[in-house]
């Protein structure tokens, strides 16, 4: 699995009658741990507004059985700094690692960025100061020295015109999901994110009259994967 070295842009502007904007740039978008990486830096740089900082945190990143994200405190990665001034410098590392690398199913994280307000200025309407500031997650993901993607659909069936499908990471890693497909029916919940390793994901859709009468092809695609699964369907099905 390769990181991705690209760099994020981040706007963020203070309203407060004049707007004023910064860029933050973040590289690189995903950050891979292993048994034999066991640390790798962070770059962050641009610039923030008198008075601002950037926050850094660390959450373990899990999924409900509906395949929704959800976050909890840990200590598993080791970062600094947890506090960025770019005002000094334009540019600050952020160094982060792990104690323990050694895991049978990949853990997953999430560093966050976060730039606190700018002060609030006292000659003007505290009601007509509103911030927008810089709130970024960083994927970090912690890998299995034998690391084996698999992904499956689990359940594709029609119920008076509903198309569900059940996704499902049978591997050991994450999968990152770019598209649904089943015929000309579109899954409007779906969306190009990671199904992490155990984690399930059900959609939705209304399946097209027109193709009512005969099987219907539904493929998947990840970034290296690929998996189809037909459904015979009858006129009555869709009444």
């Given at each position: 699995?390769?990181?991705?070295?690209?760099?994020?842009?981040?706007?963020?502007?203070?309203?407060?009658?004049?707007?004023?904007?910064?860029?933050?740039?973040?590289?690189?978008?995903?950050?891979?741990?292993?048994?034999?990486?066991?640390?790798?830096?962070?770059?962050?740089?641009?610039?923030?507004?008198?008075?601002?900082?950037?926050?850094?945190?660390?959450?373990?990143?899990?999924?409900?059985?509906?395949?929704?994200?959800?976050?909890?405190?840990?200590?598993?990665?080791?970062?600094?700094?947890?506090?960025?001034?770019?005002?000094?410098?334009?540019?600050?590392?952020?160094?982060?690692?792990?104690?323990?690398?050694?895991?049978?199913?990949?853990?997953?994280?999430?560093?966050?960025?976060?730039?606190?307000?700018?002060?609030?200025?006292?000659?003007?309407?505290?009601?007509?100061?509103?911030?927008?500031?810089?709130?970024?997650?960083?994927?970090?993901?912690?890998?299995?020295?034998?690391?084996?993607?698999?992904?499956?659909?689990?359940?594709?069936?029609?119920?008076?015109?509903?198309?569900?499908?059940?996704?499902?990471?049978t591997g050991n890693v994450r999968v990152k999901m770019?598209?649904?497909?089943?015929?000309?029916?579109?899954?409007?919940?779906?969306?190009?994110?990671?199904?992490?390793?155990?984690?399930?994901?059900?959609?939705?859709?209304?399946?097209?009259?027109?193709?009512?009468?005969?099987?219907?092809?539904?493929?998947?695609?990840?970034?290296?994967?690929?998996?189809?699964?037909?459904?015979?369907?009858?006129?009555?099905?869709?009444?």
């Amino acid at each position: 699995m390769r990181t991705s070295t690209a760099t994020a842009l981040l706007l963020a502007a203070t309203l407060s009658g004049n707007a004023l904007a910064g860029q933050i740039g973040v590289a690189p978008l995903r950050i891979e741990l292993s048994p034999t990486t066991k640390s790798t830096v962070v770059t962050v740089t641009g610039n923030t507004g008198p008075g601002q900082f950037l926050q850094v945190s660390a959450m373990r990143w899990t999924q409900d059985a509906q395949g929704r994200d959800r976050y909890e405190e840990t200590t598993d990665l080791v970062f600094l700094p947890k506090s960025i001034d770019l005002a000094k410098s334009g540019k600050q590392l952020i160094r982060i690692g792990v104690e323990k690398p050694v895991t049978d199913v990949e853990k997953t994280y999430r560093l966050f960025i976060r730039e606190t307000p700018p002060p609030l200025d006292p000659s003007k309407n505290r009601g007509a100061q509103v911030a927008v500031v810089v709130d970024f997650g960083l994927p970090v993901f912690l890998m299995p020295a034998k690391p084996a993607p698999r992904v499956q659909i689990e359940q594709a069936s029609v119920d008076k015109g509903v198309l569900t499908v059940k996704v499902a990471n049978t591997g050991n890693v994450r999968v990152k999901m770019s598209s649904l497909s089943a015929g000309k029916a579109a899954f409007a919940d779906f969306k190009d994110w990671y199904l992490l390793a155990g984690a399930t994901r059900t959609f939705t859709t209304t399946v097209p009259p027109a193709s009512c009468n005969g099987p219907l092809t539904v493929q998947l695609r990840t970034e290296n994967l690929e998996v189809k699964r037909q459904v015979a369907l009858t006129p009555q099905m869709c009444g």
